[in-house]
């Protein structure tokens, strides 16, 4: 059963435009949202996240909306670079009868290809 | 780079044979998390410790094992290898282990059983 799923395998994007990438989830009990950006060879680096109390988070070049009703986040890049080129997980966690702890449970990936 | 170091960063070994796998937390985090990546299953979460205790379990098998010592480095213990244990093997760590917190990831120990 895929909780957090990313219909997309592949993104390619020009290098200036914006970069959308999406994800939907399956499991109403998620209340925390994170996408992560891995490079080859490299873990997974966290780039930004959202509580299920808001519906939007930005970060310079990044921005993150959580539609709970559709039960679907999205990743912004505005704008793309070339550097920005990597696969892009979503991940979700979620608080266990009154037990907070961490565990995520992440998306397949999308891979974002920049071209300059 | 994310703080959080794992070592070996590449491990092979045969089949039935027994392998540590090594991780320091960043500086003043308490939790560290062990995550399995194959080729098909994605990031899969294994086990969960805060301040050397363990808090929550995934998919752990039973040949698998760890532990968070008193200076919070953690160690994953695979015992029985099997061939499909060929997998990268990442750590994460987080400041409280709670479940609004970020969780920062080392680099990973690939492990290849031959």
């Known amino acids: 059963d895929q909780q957090v799923k990313q219909n997309s395998p592949s993104l390619s994007v020009q290098e200036g435009r914006i970069s959308i990438l999406n994800c939907d989830y399956t499991n109403s009990m998620f209340d925390y949202f994170l996408w992560y950006k891995k490079y080859p060879a490299e873990g997974p680096t966290f780039l930004i996240s959202?509580?299920?109390?808001?519906d939007k988070n930005e970060d310079g070049r990044f921005t993150v909306f959580l539609n709970k009703s559709a039960k679907h986040l999205s990743l912004h890049i505005v704008p793309s670079q070339p550097g920005d080129s990597a696969v892009y997980f979503c991940a979700a966690s979620a608080r266990a009868g009154g037990t907070s702890y961490g565990k995520l449970t992440f998306g397949q990936g999308t891979i974002l290809t920049v071209h300059p | 780079d994310s703080g959080v170091t794992q070592t070996p960063k590449h491990l092979i070994t045969a089949t039935g044979q027994r392998v540590t796998l090594r991780c320091s937390p960043r500086s003043g985090d308490l939790s560290v998390y062990w995550y399995q990546q194959s080729l098909d299953q994605g990031l899969q979460f294994l086990i969960q410790y805060y301040n050397g205790e363990e808090r929550a379990k995934g998919n752990i098998l039973e040949r698998f094992s760890a532990q968070q010592f008193p200076d919070l480095h953690s160690e994953l213990n695979l015992s029985s290898l099997e061939l499909g244990d060929s997998a990268l093997y990442f750590c994460?760590?987080?400041?409280?282990?709670?479940?609004?917190?970020?969780?920062?990831f080392g680099d990973g120990t690939r492990l290849s059983i031959l």
């Open positions: 994460a760590s987080s400041r409280q282990g709670l479940s609004n917190q970020p969780q920062h």
């Open positions: 959202i509580s299920s109390i808001k």
